[in-house]
């Protein structure tokens, strides 16, 4: 089934609503499902460059199987369900909701009849009808699943339910290995400082998944508590009796610097050192010193060459030559750097050549 839904082309259309920090989003996407093309569009409320992992925006929120699914058009049916654990909602033996089976996730199966889900579900009217009707949906991009892939999002949703003045913050720290594979960053703190500066700890599990039952309120968020990894950081915000989620995509913190002076001994500002990794691949950087001759970049994991390229200032073109660490003119004489995960190497430091007329 998951094959017959492909990704073809999509357009994103974001507007600002009145009321920050929340976001009105519109996303369009062109799909190919069953041999046809089709639009999958969702438009609602979100909040901005965060996830929510609670129940804010729905309607109905449970766990339930599918009692039937009945074909109302080609690419939508009309689900039968019949909740188990309702988290949102009043209780009831049977809700009917509709799903667009193409518009899924491209990672979710098509919902089908006797299967057991987590279900989100959004209210939506349409004013067509005197009744000014409501109908429940399976929206696009919720974060509805089969049970056998919920446990997490179940958890947080029960402690949430538990909850009476205060708010969760979760999310997940990973990192990279190699230049596809995501793996969770295991017994790994997390900080969240609130306003007043009080400070906040939570450790990621085997999964990487970290939680905060907090106070409403604003919090500055970081994984950047120790060295090895870094992640950019955050400032989010907990509501009452809700969750937010934020991930952190960690890089190793492994770094290069040192300082480049004049042959006189003076800072040599705003020289180009040119950062070649050798291995496990062949990739380069430049960066350049700032007024005082230092120069400082980040480097995942390998094995480097480092070298400053110079040009005369006043006669661009006419002199231009490269040092390599530790001081040799060709690459072959360069001594290779290994830089492991976590390590800074600080003593990278060079004293340039004096021009070929003064040598």
């Not at 569009?41 to 109905?60: D, L, W």
């Not at 518009?103 to 959004?122: H, I, M, N």
């Not at 009744?131 to 089969?146: A, G, Q």
Request: net charge negative.
């Amino acid at each position: 089934m998951l094959a017959w839904r492909k990704w073809r082309t999509g357009l994103f259309t974001l507007a600002v609503a009145c009321v920050v920090p929340f976001l009105s989003a519109e996303l369009v996407e062109f799909r190919e499902y069953h041999g046809r093309q089709i639009q999958c569009v969702h438009s609602g409320i979100r909040r901005s460059s965060e996830k929510t992992c609670g129940t804010y925006g729905y309607a109905r929120v449970f766990t339930g199987t599918v009692k039937s699914a009945t074909e109302v058009s080609f690419t939508e049916e009309r689900l039968e369900l019949i909740p188990d654990e309702v988290f949102l909602g009043s209780p009831a033996r049977e809700v009917t909701a509709i799903v667009n089976q193409a518009c899924l996730p491209l990672d979710r199966p098509e919902v089908k009849a006797g299967d057991k889900w987590l279900f989100y579900l959004q209210s939506h009217t349409f004013p067509e009808t005197d009744e000014k009707e409501l109908e429940l949906v399976l929206p696009y991009d919720s974060p509805s699943k089969p049970l056998s892939i919920a446990q997490e999002d179940i958890a947080i949703l029960r402690h949430q339910f538990r909850l009476a003045e205060a708010g969760i913050l979760s999310g997940r720290v990973t990192r990279m290995e190699g230049k596809t594979r995501v793996i969770p960053v295991r017994a790994w703190r997390v900080t969240a400082t609130s306003s007043d500066k009080s400070e906040f700890n939570a450790i990621t599990d085997d999964k990487g998944h970290f939680e905060f039952e907090l106070a409403p309120g604003s919090y500055h968020l970081s994984a950047n508590t120790q060295r090895g990894l870094w992640a950019p950081e955050t400032q989010t915000f907990v509501w009452k009796r809700d969750c937010t989620s934020f991930d952190f995509l960690a890089h190793a913190d492994g770094k290069f610097s040192g300082v480049v002076t004049t042959p006189e001994g003076k800072p040599a500002r705003h020289a180009e050192v040119a950062i070649l990794q050798i291995a496990p691949v062949s990739e380069s950087v430049k960066v350049t010193t700032d007024v005082h001759g230092r120069f400082e970049v980040g480097a995942h994991p390998g094995a480097y060459i480092i070298g400053v390229d110079i040009l005369d200032s006043k006669m661009p073109g006419e002199w231009q030559l490269r040092v390599y660490y530790p001081g040799v003119f060709t690459q072959v004489q360069a001594k290779p750097i290994f830089l492991h995960e976590g390590k800074w190497q600080s003593d990278i430091n060079f004293i340039l050549p004096p021009p070929p007329d003064k040598q």
